[in-house]
């Protein structure tokens, strides 16, 4: 088991590794400097001597191969470079930043969880029932209406029909004003989490029938143990391995998902700072937070992997 | 959406090919840090804007709503009223001498900066001396460029050193890009993670993407500021940040959109203001058919200026000149057709040699304009009627300003900003040695020399013709075709007294200093 | 797989999710190809200040919008635009992906090796940030978006190709071949290609729902391909400071967003279902 987290770990150093020197190539073709992305037009009122000074200070035009030394070197020791347009640390962006992402991807999560698996399981119970076309439904919406539309209109909704808009207040940290950071999550996390919820919802209700098919959750009945026992223990535990399995895949998804989000609701997350670098140029901090979401998405791959060989004791013999 | 605009006056847009989505902005974290005054009492009032407050460094900032922002913290020299003529601010009065080469100042007493350090002229030199210094990378240095040297003349009053004689630097101190900072702090480098001005509000702290909140300034010079705190925040459409006045969670929405401003209920008061920005088809006048002036005079003449006002932001706004407004206003606004006149065009292009009309192209970017588009749309169906035929090239924001900066186009669909001093405006585009003269792509001996007369000119009646003669030269050779200035709005909640907005980037804010809140 | 094909179309009728699948995807190219052949009822673009934020009627079924242009018809045009994006895209992800993942299975292990390892790197950065990234670098054209959005697809291709090759190089008759002594080449593509066609065909349905996806994000963050040209996602953007008076300045553009990514899914499960029988679990991808 150690061995194989180690030999995990360390294939993830090297694809870390790659997909810094991935960015770094993209991020080269990027037209435009730092310079002209933050002062427009205004760079051209700029004296040749001061247009010299700035050139310098962003790095512009300095060889590919040193920039990247560079800037791993500053990844190494641990502040991850320095933001060009604040001029602080980017470590200390990502530190602010960080914390909203996850609490969002774990609202989403756990929103997408509660609704996939409720109508999963229960849409199992009875197929073509109202609860299992309901789910259907909820699915249907889940995977075919993208977040951003899902977002919009669930902005403008509440904020036409009920004045109600959480993040026309500035964001409060989770421990500041737990009540109205969980207003402000809310929203936001119900609409990446209906796009969880559906892909969850289908892989628990075919997992589900699958199990039931097998008959044996007949021979718990018949043995008199209670429908609640059956239905949780007997079927949901055996149809758990793709149901972890999904939801590791969805967690993936969602690091995605949450740059779009936290634009709509104005969540100051990493996406959003994210965003904000790429039209800045603000090199560091999109390659920092890009490799950020990278290493975010292999963890869980590697969690997710981890968590079914402890649930199905079969893989571990693999 | 508002894009970042310089304090340098200048043209479109500070930038964001994202802009949009309202573009907020990362920088600099470490939020809440605790300013060392005492807590604020009184009411709180809630601005609202698309973009968010993006650098903290007043000689560096380039996006509109900064200026806003730190236009409250930081004072300058001199600052515009509401009818664009100079006045005092932290500069209580300023002469002339030695022919006009040497621009003496007097300042305030007994003003101190949000540290408590007393305001004298020293700081007036730091503060000027970075700004000019190339690595701090002020834009608005330029407006210093005649200065030769500031030196303190006393605790209580500095002095110019001109190379000529200048009066435009008076407007160009009015820039938050050349706010009065405390040596202290200039030495100290503190100044991009903690503003520290003598304005009527100290900074609270900067959550960037996302808010920035000030207090009042206990120890203004300027009299009791009467709103205890002032919180700007991002709200990314304007829809909800008007239905966030509504509500009352915000008291002061700033918006651009007339659709949103003229649909708020009775109970939200809106207020507007001309833009100091204009709208403009700049032309590339050296080659091709754009070289002949009786081409571009054809373009000036069939262009309906009007019913691009009214397709692109619903006639909210006025048709303009080169000089949009302030006391050098250009009227009529154009010297040849100030109204359409497709008999004229049709003259021009005969005149030309081209009777059939020609075809060129202009470049827009609905990323740094949204109502680029429908400006190119209408323009081109106007031209369309004389056989001129434009085409549309729409560009990303980035590639536009690389373009633009190279004047790598043979006309552009511009957002500039503009002046009350028309030598502040043009000075860049056609003076001697113009930095912006190859965008401009123009030049001409008979407008240098009008700027350099205007620019010079002391009594207020030669600079009242000099300018006029300046309007009318550009729109007699149509360098460019001037469209429009736009209205800037605010939605303002019933409960806030005495706000309105001001017509200037760095003050636009500027009466939360006297305003109530009951 | 000579003797099912004649069944093919008609085992994807009747299969539920592959019939609302072909159905919803023939709405969406018809449309598409109306406003590729300019049979939009109104000309997209041109402005009407006498219809301005008009709700849907019998005149314009989708509305306008607040220059007044028919809803309908810029819809049909930004849906064209996303279908080419999108088609480009997993022309570029599904050729690249396929060849990539063929050569991984077949040859030996130093080039597998190398192929998936790029492979697992492309694919740990998240599909819409390798795609913001680089239609950012590249700008905001139709090619640049389709090869952004592409890009992010070849890792997906290359595991579900090489899977089967790897299997199917020990199969019977690959083996047999070989000792025939017929060329890797011929082997590659008279044996093995056909065998992972449907999977490639069942992926290529899936990866087109998420390029429109793609495709609409983008635009919807500001990076599409510029105006004039229609683009879903911008008008649901622009949508945003209208919706509460004008629902249908949202709904129009979504509603076509939604028909296509749905569709494409449908057609994906049902194409699924009729090559491999076994797999019922649809996962979303």
Redesign the interface.
């Known amino acids: 088991m150690l061995a194989s987290v180690a030999r995990r770990l360390l294939s993830m150093l090297v694809t870390l590794l790659g997909v810094s020197v991935i960015i770094f190539l993209v991020l080269r073709l990027l037209p435009g400097n730092a310079v002209t992305a933050q002062m427009g037009v205004s760079a051209g009122l700029l004296s040749h001597a001061q247009r010299v000074a700035l050139d310098h200070y962003y790095g512009v035009g300095e060889p590919f191969f040193r920039q990247y030394v560079s800037w791993l070197g500053s990844m190494l020791t641990g502040n991850l470079g320095v933001s060009l347009s604040s001029r602080t640390s980017v470590a200390s962006l990502v530190g602010a930043a960080l914390p909203v992402t996850l609490e969002l991807a774990i609202a989403s999560m756990v929103i997408g969880e509660l609704i996939g698996v409720l109508f999963g399981v229960f849409g199992s119970l009875r197929p073509r029932g109202v609860v299992d076309n309901a789910g259907q439904g909820v699915a249907l919406v889940g995977l075919g209406v993208p977040s951003f539309v899902i977002g919009t209109g669930l902005v403008t909704f509440l904020a036409s029909s009920f004045h109600y808009f959480p993040s026309s207040r500035a964001f409060a940290g989770l421990f500041f004003n737990p009540w109205l950071n969980l207003q402000q999550i809310f929203f936001p996390a119900l609409t990446l989490g209906l796009g969880v919820g559906a892909a969850i919802m289908r892989t628990t209700r075919a997992a589900m029938l699958e199990v039931v098919s097998t008959g044996f959750a007949r021979t718990a009945r018949g043995k008199g143990l209670s429908k609640f026992v059956v239905t949780w223990k007997h079927l949901f535990l055996g149809a758990l391995v793709p149901v972890v399995t999904m939801s590791g895949i969805q967690l993936g998804y969602l690091l995605g998902g949450t740059v779009v989000v936290e634009q709509i609701f104005v969540l100051p997350g990493l996406g959003r700072l994210l965003v904000n670098s790429i039209s800045n140029r603000d090199f560091p901090v999109v390659q920092s937070v890009t490799l950020i979401f990278a290493a975010g998405f292999i963890v869980v791959n590697m969690l997710t992997d981890m968590l079914y060989t402890l649930i199905d004791p079969r893989t571990r013999a693999r | 959406m508002k894009i970042a605009r310089t304090a340098a006056l200048l043209t479109v847009a500070g930038l964001a090919p994202l802009a949009a989505m309202a573009t907020p902005l990362t920088a600099g974290i470490e939020p809440a840090q605790a300013a060392p005054t005492m807590a604020a009492s009184g009411a709180t009032v809630v601005v609202a804007d698309t973009s968010s407050v993006q650098k903290l460094d007043p000689d560096v900032v380039t996006n509109f709503l900064d200026f806003q922002a730190l236009g409250l913290i930081y004072d300058q020299l001199v600052q515009y009223n509401s009818k664009l003529q100079l006045v005092p601010d932290l500069a209580t009065s300023w002469s002339y001498s030695n022919g006009g080469k040497v621009l003496t100042f007097q300042l305030r007493h007994g003003v101190h900066f949000d540290d408590g350090s007393l305001f004298t002229s020293a700081d007036v030199v730091a503060s000027l001396q970075r700004a000019v210094n190339p690595k701090t990378g002020d834009a608005s240095a330029s407006f210093l460029a005649n200065v030769k040297t500031i030196v303190a003349a006393g605790p209580y009053a500095v002095k110019f050193l001109l190379s000529r004689p200048d009066t435009s630097v008076l407007n160009g101190l009015t820039s938050v890009n050349l706010s009065i900072m405390p040596t202290k702090a200039i030495a100290a480098g503190t100044l991009a993670k903690q503003p520290d001005g003598t304005g009527p509000f100290e900074f609270v702290s900067w959550s960037p993407g996302n808010s920035f909140v000030m207090q009042a300034n206990p120890h203004y010079w300027g009299g009791k500021v009467k709103i205890g705190e002032v919180k700007v925040e991002t709200i990314p459409s304007e829809q909800s940040i008007a239905s966030a006045v509504e509500a009352g969670t915000v008291q002061v929405g700033l918006l651009t959109q007339p659709q949103v401003a003229d649909h708020l209920p009775k109970s939200v008061r809106v207020d507007k203001v001309l833009d100091l920005t204009y709208r403009a088809l700049m032309l590339q006048d050296r080659k091709g058919p754009l070289a002949n002036l009786d081409n571009r005079l054809a373009i000036a003449c069939a262009v309906d200026r009007q019913q691009v006002l009214e397709d692109s932001v619903f006639g909210q706004g006025q048709v303009v000149g080169p000089v949009p407004l302030g006391p050098f206003a250009s009227k009529p606004v154009s010297a040849v057709c100030p109204a359409p006149n497709l008999a004229s065009a049709k003259r021009y292009l005969k005149k030309a040699g081209d009777p059939n009309g020609f075809s060129f192209t202009a470049m827009t970017s609905t990323a740094l304009d949204p109502t680029s588009s429908a400006q190119a749309t209408v323009a081109q169906a106007n031209l369309a009627k004389v056989g001129i035929k434009m085409h549309i090239q729409n560009l990303a924001g980035d590639a536009y300003i690389q373009d633009w900066l190279k004047g790598k186009f043979q006309a552009a669909f511009a957002w500039n900003g503009a002046d009350p001093n028309p030598y502040t405006m043009y000075g860049r585009y056609f003076g001697t040695g113009a930095n912006l003269g190859v965008p401009a792509g123009y030049g001409s001996a008979q407008l240098e020399k009008l700027l350099l007369q205007g620019d010079t000119a002391t009594s207020a009646g030669a600079q009242r013709a000099t300018w006029a003669q300046f309007s009318r030269a550009l729109t007699s050779q149509a360098v460019w075709i001037w469209l429009f200035t736009a209205y800037d709005y605010a939605a303002v909640s019933p409960t806030v007294h005495g706000f309105s907005l001001q017509p200037t980037n760095s003050t636009s804010l500027y009466s939360l200093r006297t305003a109530t809140v009951s | 797989m000579t003797r099912r094909r004649p069944g093919f179309l008609t085992g994807l009728w009747l299969n539920p999710a592959g019939r609302a699948g072909c159905v919803l995807v023939g709405l969406v190219v018809v449309g598409g190809l109306l406003a590729a052949v300019g049979a939009t009822p109104y000309n997209a673009?041109l402005?009407n200040?006498l219809t301005t934020l008009k709700g849907p009627s019998l005149s314009h079924p989708f509305g306008t919008d607040?220059?007044g242009r028919d809803l309908l018809s810029l819809v049909l045009e930004g849906l064209w635009v996303s279908l080419k994006i999108a088609f480009l895209a997993v022309a570029i992800a599904g050729v690249a992906g396929t060849l990539a993942g063929i050569i991984a299975g077949y040859l030996g292990r130093w080039t597998s090796a190398l192929i998936m390892?790029?492979t697992?790197?492309?694919f740990?950065?998240?599909?819409?940030?390798?795609a913001?990234?680089?239609v950012?670098?590249?700008?905001?054209g139709a090619l640049d978006s389709a090869l952004a959005i592409g890009v992010g697809y070849v890792p997906i291709f290359v595991r579900v190709v090489r899977g089967p090759v790897l299997s199917l190089r020990t199969a019977g008759y690959v083996q047999a071949g070989r000792v025939l002594g017929f060329s890797s080449t011929r082997l590659l593509f008279r044996h093995i290609l056909p065998n992972v066609a449907g999977t490639v065909a069942v992926q290529a349905s899936l990866a087109l729902a998420w390029s429109v996806?793609a495709e609409?994000?983008l635009s919807?963050?500001?990076?599409g391909p510029?105006?004039?040209t229609a683009s879903l996602?911008?008008m649901?953007?622009q949508?945003?400071?209208?919706?509460?008076?004008a629902w249908w300045t949202?709904a129009a553009p979504?509603v076509a967003?939604?028909v296509a990514?749905?569709g494409f899914?449908f057609l994906g499960d049902g194409l699924r279902d009729v090559f491999d029988p076994r797999s019922?679990?649809?996962?979303?991808a």
């Open positions: 673009q402005q200040p607040q220059f390892r790029v697992d790197m492309l740990a950065i998240p599909a819409i940030l390798l913001l990234a680089i950012t670098a590249l700008g905001p996806l609409a994000s919807f963050l500001g990076l510029p105006p004039p996602g911008e649901v953007s949508s945003s400071s209208l919706a509460s008076q949202l979504s967003i939604v990514v749905i899914n019922r679990t649809a996962l979303a």
